[in-house]
């Protein structure tokens, strides 16, 4: 059993840039597949980033490919996601995700019903 924190979210401006990071605590000392998902209002949860359990691979949408990074701290056990050129297309709640197999996030289109763990999500706002 873990927890997931995120932190990070506001009003960012058109263009603008934040970082959002999520506190991974409880039994870390199992694996896990970590990742992002966003949801924006009266809209599905959409996959955004994921990251291989050795950080070794990273994965994203094609909707941020290219604007965000993904990445963790394995000694802090911290999960970050970095956005850069917000629009306001990427307003949405941001959740950090985490799931058992470690091959999660490896898939075209990780699907959100199948995520083991799910932190309280932290808002991210664009203006225009």
């Known amino acids: 059993q873990i927890q997931l924190e995120e932190s990070g979210g506001g009003l960012v401006q058109n263009g603008g840039s934040l970082r959002l990071s999520c506190a991974v605590t409880g039994r870390t000392t199992n694996y896990y597949a970590l990742g992002w998902f966003r949801q924006a209002p009266g809209k599905e949860r959409e996959f955004v980033a994921g990251l291989s359990w050795m950080g070794e691979y990273t994965y994203y949408s094609d909707r941020v490919k290219g604007r965000f990074t993904i990445s963790g701290d394995n000694a802090k056990n911290i999960l970050y996601l970095q956005m850069s050129q917000l629009t306001p297309e990427d307003t949405a709640v941001y959740y950090c995700?985490?799931?058992?197999?470690?091959?999660?996030?490896?898939?075209?289109?990780?699907?959100?019903?199948?995520?083991?763990?799910w932190g309280q999500g932290t808002l991210v706002t664009v203006s225009s």
């Open positions: 995700a985490a799931d058992r197999d470690l091959n999660f996030f490896s898939g075209s289109d990780p699907d959100h019903h199948d995520v083991d763990y």
